[in-house]
Nanobody
Framework: QAQVLESGGGLVQAGGSLELSCTASGRTFSGYAVAWFRQPPGKEREFVAA???????????NYAASVKGRFTILRDNAKNTVALQMDSLKPEDTAVYYC??????????????WGQGTQVTVSS
């Protein structure tokens, strides 16, 4: 059964950086666009960033307005991972972060079961 595993979260001060990692098990990310989502405390899960499938659209990416210019999504095909580099973090970035393959960078319905997520806490 295909599963995702998120890692790399932690506690960081505002202005700091973290890099999250998303790994697939049971299947590979090859052929899939992959997206990061987050769920802030007491709020619904929301889209953060997505990257196109290998070979599609030159590896194009899409970002939520709230993170554009601060976050970068990258995929390492050899390691079957998708990373989320988060810079200039703000307290409002505090959330549980999840990843999931999606249909495309603009069609963001999750295709696999959700993982456990990884907690990111940004202190002011």
């Amino acid at each position: 059964q295909a599963q995702v595993l998120e890692s790399g979260g932690g506690l960081v001060q505002a202005g700091g950086s973290l890099e999250l990692s998303c790994t697939a098990s049971g299947r590979t990310f090859s052929g899939y666009a992959v997206a990061w989502f987050r769920q802030p405390p007491g709020k619904e899960r929301e889209f953060v960033a997505a990257i196109a499938a290998i070979g599609w659209l030159g590896g194009s990416s899409n970002y939520a307005a709230s993170v554009k210019g601060r976050f970068t999504i990258l995929r390492d095909n050899a390691k079957n991972t998708v990373a989320l580099q988060m810079d200039s973090l703000k307290p409002e970035d505090t959330a549980v972060y999840y990843c999931n393959p999606v249909t495309s960078t603009t069609s963001l319905g999750p295709l696999w079961s959700w993982g456990q997520g990884t907690q990111v806490t940004v202190s002011s």
